[in-house]
């Protein structure tokens, strides 16, 4: 009887599990990893996402080496929020998805955010002052 049970379930056809094997042999891709365009456009058309951000990234860096610090870094903070925009709006990002969408969007974005303030009030000059930070180096200097 019991092996008439057993020889019922082996017909059934298997549904796919949804846990994790617990013996992984390679990483899946991230979520939005795909192309951002057909295979028979040239791989840089392919990767554009990817590449902006990067050519952003690039110019703040040139602007800071030609000692303009701040509108650089702001480039550099404006373009990673750029990449959590692309990361948020498009469906396929290419390599521009590294983790799920949530810890991209998450990075990118506090990445950006906090280099775009951290821009706005370097010194001397600051395009914006927030007092509760003098308050708290005030308090751990002393």
């Known amino acids: 009887m019991a092996a008439e049970a057993h020889s019922e379930q082996a017909s059934e056809p298997q549904r796919p599990s949804r846990r994790f094997p617990k013996l992984t042999r390679d990483t899946a891709r991230p979520e939005g990893g795909g192309r951002a365009a057909s295979g028979e456009h040239s791989a840089p058309a392919r990767q554009w996402p990817l590449l902006a951000v990067m050519a952003g990234v690039a110019v703040g860096l040139l602007l800071v080496a030609v000692d303009a610090f701040r509108i650089g870094t702001l480039v550099i903070g404006l373009s990673l929020l750029a990449g959590a925009a692309l990361r948020w709006a498009l469906p396929s990002v290419g390599m521009l998805a590294v983790r799920s969408r949530f810890t991209d969007l ?34 751990t200097v002393r």
């Not at 303030?117 to 180096?137: G, K, N």
Request: no cysteine.
């Open 106 to 139: 998450l990075t990118y974005g506090v990445l950006g955010a906090v280099i775009v303030l951290l821009s706005m009030m370097v010194q001397p000059r600051p395009w914006i002052h927030l007092p509760f930070l003098d308050d708290i180096v005030h308090f």
